[in-house]
């Protein structure tokens, strides 16, 4: 049987497990959707962030928003990668977390998320939260709890 964590650990706060913005691949608004798509293969991700010039978070883009934006009727139409703004088809209905949560809301929220991006209260992207570091703590949490029982 799984023991679950006490509220100790549900209040704990986010700030040291969050991947810093130095180490999370980002483009800026003004970016094509090509440099998107290149960054996005090169690194191998499902989706990274976008800032404006001040590195405030501004949406997500990914390779399917990019694939979308050049369907043509009879075929993909490559050509128009570079004129294509990432601010034009990039993602904003996307929720947030600050960089002052507890581990409850991230928990709540990434659910349905692979990541969280993490913004101080002016918007500065600060990093991400990615769902495998929540799970990993509270798997420790869990064998920790059961140990010293």
Known sequence: MISLPNRDFLDTYIEDFIISSEKVAHVQVGNSAEHALL??????YSAIPVLDRKYRFRGLINTQIITDSILGMEHIEYERLPDIRVEEIMQTDFPLIKVDERF?????????????????????FMGILTRRVILKQLKKKIYQDKNNQ
């Open 104 to 124: 409850q809301k991230a928990l709540d929220l990434l659910i349905n998320q692979n990541f969280l991006c993490v913004v101080d209260d002016d918007g500065l």
């Open 39 to 44: 960054v996005l293969t090169k690194t191998g």
